[in-house]
C-alpha cells in the first residue's frame, strides 16, 4: 500500500501563485497604511477634525465636502 502524496508546502504554493501573477505581467508591492485601530490615530484625526471645526473657513470646507460626496449611494 503506497503513502498518500504529501501536500505541498506553503512556501511552495505562495511562490507558484506568485510566478503566475508575474507571468500576467503584475509585480508584487508593498503599500504601509496607517493603523486606524491605534490611540494615536484616533487623537490624531480628533486633533485635525478639531482644527477644521474650529477654521474660519469651515463653512467653506464643509460646502466643498457636500458638493463633492455621494450622499445618495447605499
Known amino acids: 500500500m503506497s503513502a498518500a502524496?504529501?501536500?505541498?508546502?506553503s512556501r511552495d504554493k505562495v511562490s507558484a501563485y506568485r510566478e503566475r501573477l508575474r507571468q500576467q505581467g503584475l509585480r508584487p508591492i508593498q503599500l504601509w497604511v496607517?493603523?486606524?485601530?491605534?490611540?494615536?490615530?484616533?487623537?490624531?484625526?480628533?486633533?485635525?477634525?478639531?482644527?477644521?471645526?474650529?477654521?474660519?473657513?469651515?463653512r467653506d470646507d464643509q460646502q466643498f465636502i457636500d458638493a463633492v460626496s455621494d450622499l445618495d449611494a447605499t
Do not use: N
Open 34 to 58: 496607517p493603523d486606524t485601530r491605534s490611540d494615536a490615530f484616533a487623537a490624531e484625526a480628533h486633533r485635525q477634525a478639531l482644527a477644521v471645526a474650529v477654521s474660519d473657513r469651515a
Open 5 to 9: 502524496p504529501r501536500p505541498r508546502p
